[in-house]
């Protein structure tokens, strides 16, 4: 498990002065991009190969208020990636100063060309950097049809 710190700014916090649900995928994005940074997914190294992650939906659960004051730790644990490294799944927990689970968060993505603005398998030596990172229990291999939330689009139920 990847574990990330961050402390609570004035800022992050909205009108009930607990942290405020925009703060929570900021600080869940600052999470991912350092880990993907530390597996050589760096600025320089995307750029240089037009490619970057897109985020196809989050779906947080809320348990406890986080408030300023304390710093929390944001854990990013890899819970699927699909054969071709196209589409990931991590799941971030928040947890306050005493180790208590504040949030979870299940996030399903994947990897765009930047040239091209569609889905791409990740280039064999980004593919390869996963091999070595920890899998999450219950880890699974991902298909396309796990990136789907619904079936049919919500605006298409109508």
């Given at each position: 498990?990847?574990?990330?710190?961050?402390?609570?700014?004035?800022?992050?916090?909205?009108?009930?002065?607990?942290?405020?649900?925009?703060?929570?995928?900021?600080?869940?994005?600052?999470?991912?991009?350092?880990?993907?940074?530390?597996?050589?997914?760096?600025?320089e190294a995307?750029?240089?190969?037009?490619?970057?992650?897109?985020?196809?939906?989050?779906?947080?659960?809320?348990?406890?208020?986080?408030?300023?004051?304390?710093?929390?730790?944001?854990?990013?644990?890899?819970?699927?990636?699909?054969?071709?490294?196209m589409y990931?799944?991590?799941?971030?927990?928040?947890?306050?100063?005493?180790?208590?689970?504040?949030?979870?968060?299940?996030?399903?993505?994947?990897?765009?060309?930047?040239?091209?603005?569609?889905?791409?398998?990740l280039p064999?030596?980004?593919?390869?950097?996963?091999?070595?990172?920890?899998?999450?229990?219950?880890?699974?291999?991902?298909?396309?049809?796990?990136?789907?939330?619904?079936?049919?689009?919500?605006?298409?139920?109508?």
């Amino acid at each position: 498990m990847y574990l990330k710190e961050f402390e609570v700014r004035w800022n992050d916090l909205d009108a009930n002065r607990h942290l405020a649900n925009s703060a929570y995928i900021n600080f869940m994005s600052h999470t991912r991009m350092a880990f993907l940074m530390g597996l050589g997914f760096d600025q320089e190294a995307l750029a240089e190969h037009q490619i970057g992650p897109v985020v196809f939906y989050e779906h947080l659960y809320y348990f406890r208020e986080i408030f300023a004051g304390k710093p929390i730790r944001v854990s990013l644990e890899l819970k699927g990636l699909s054969e071709d490294g196209m589409y990931f799944e991590f799941h971030h927990n928040f947890y306050d100063h005493k180790g208590r689970n504040l949030a979870h968060c299940e996030l399903i993505g994947g990897w765009i060309s930047l040239k091209t603005r569609k889905l791409i398998p990740l280039p064999e030596h980004f593919l390869s950097a996963f091999d070595a990172v920890e899998k999450a229990e219950g880890f699974r291999i991902l298909s396309a049809m796990d990136t789907r939330k619904f079936a049919k689009r919500p605006q298409d139920l109508v």
